[in-house]
């Protein structure tokens, strides 16, 4: 999108901000530090991986090595994926083997799914305001201290990023932000299923997830590897429409917040309807953003010609 380098430190910036301010905050309250220290370490293991990659560059595998080491260290501190929701009126857990594992792949994807949304000027920095707001929000009225300090203090550090991020922008937050971002996301999003549906949750994630998922099934159906690169996200799908990068951010915001606004909605409801209503919206998505469409109209017409001819 952009014609002249771009600086790409700025998660560096507005990070290292967060993780200033939550430590004067923390030295006020010793009993906050000492039981939620693991997190912050996890956080900080998952920032130096990015501010690695942006350096350096490094290995998607090396990458997930820095998930993994941080997962473990959240799940020490007790903040896992025990169940996955209420289905038909009986409550799923999840085996207590099964609890790690389920809980790195869904910090591992959605972690990812962030990074993969930062496509566009202030793409990423907004719909991740949207999310940290919703979750501040069930933080506070659960009285969840670690949910309304994580959230309180990436907000304003993500606001004052924007100033510079915005179209056009003058600097990009790079793997330090996004990486850095999408786990204190995923982690937030975690803690929250402790107090609503699960599926709740997924439609506050929904911008990030949908967009991962469909790109990825687009990827295997063309038979190549979900994890290969290519320019069929919905902000390049969208972007390639009206070819308008603001207007473009500005739409997918407001479906972020119709998202989760539909989230908050369902936190008290049965996961099986809402998880019903996730897989429309994925087909939804799936086929509405499909940029084959058009191409595929065009060689039935071509092939249609030629054999009349």
Same mark, same amino acid.
């Given at each position: ?23 004067? /905050? ?5 009993? @906050?530090?000492?039981?939620? &220290?693991?997190?912050?370490?996890? !956080? ?5 991986? =990015? ?7 490094? *290995?998607?595998?090396?990458?997930? &090595? ?16 025990? $169940?996955?929701?209420?289905? /038909? ?22 972690? %990812?799914?962030?990074? &993969?949304?930062?496509? &566009?000027?202030?793409?990423?920095? !907004? ?11 069930? =933080?506070?009225? @659960? @009285? ?18 924007? /100033? ?15 990486? !850095? ?35 990825? *099934?687009?990827?295997?159906? #063309?038979? $190549? ?6 320019? %069929? @996200? ?6 390639? #429409? ?17 998202? *989760? ?5 369902? #936190? ?20 509405? /953003?499909?940029?084959? $469409?058009? #191409? $595929? ?5 071509? !092939? ?6």
């Amino acid at each position: 999108m952009h014609t002249q380098p771009i600086p790409r430190g700025a998660g560096i910036a507005f990070v290292s901000a967060a993780l200033f301010i939550s430590l004067i /905050l923390i030295l006020f309250d010793y009993n @906050h530090l000492s039981r939620y &220290l693991q997190v912050y370490i996890a !956080t900080i293991i998952v920032f130096l991986g =990015g501010v690695l990659d942006d350096r350096k560059g490094v *290995t998607p595998k090396m990458k997930f &090595l820095f998930i993994f080491i941080a997962s473990i260290l959240l799940y020490s501190n007790g903040i896992a994926i025990e $169940r996955v929701g209420k289905y /038909l009126g009986y409550e799923i857990f999840l085996p207590s083997l099964l609890v790690f594992p389920f809980t790195f792949i869904a910090i591992a994807g959605f972690t %990812n799914a962030l990074n &993969l949304l930062d496509g &566009l000027d202030g793409l990423a920095g !907004t719909v991740s305001i949207i999310m940290l707001g919703a979750f501040m929000w069930i =933080g506070y009225t @659960h @009285h969840d201290n670690l949910m309304v300090m994580l959230s309180v203090i990436f907000i304003p550090a993500l606001a004052a990023f924007l /100033l510079f991020n915005w179209h056009p922008a003058k600097i990009f937050m790079g793997d330090s932000g996004s990486l !850095t971002l999408g786990f204190v996301i995923s982690v937030l999003a975690v803690r929250a299923t402790h107090y609503i549906a699960p599926t709740a949750v997924l439609f506050m994630l929904a911008i990030p997830v949908l967009d991962t998922f469909v790109v990825m *099934t687009r990827r295997i159906q #063309r038979g $190549r590897s979900p994890f290969s690169a290519d320019k %069929n @996200h919905m902000h390049h799908i969208l972007f390639n #429409r009206y070819e308008d990068v603001t207007y473009t951010v500005i739409l997918i915001v407001y479906i972020q917040i119709a998202f *989760t606004m539909i989230g908050y909605q369902l #936190r008290d409801a049965d996961d099986f309807l809402s998880l019903v209503l996730f897989g429309i919206l994925f087909f939804i998505f799936l086929n509405l /953003l499909d940029q084959r $469409r058009k #191409r $595929r109209k065009k060689e039935r017409k071509r !092939t249609l010609f030629k054999s009349k001819i």
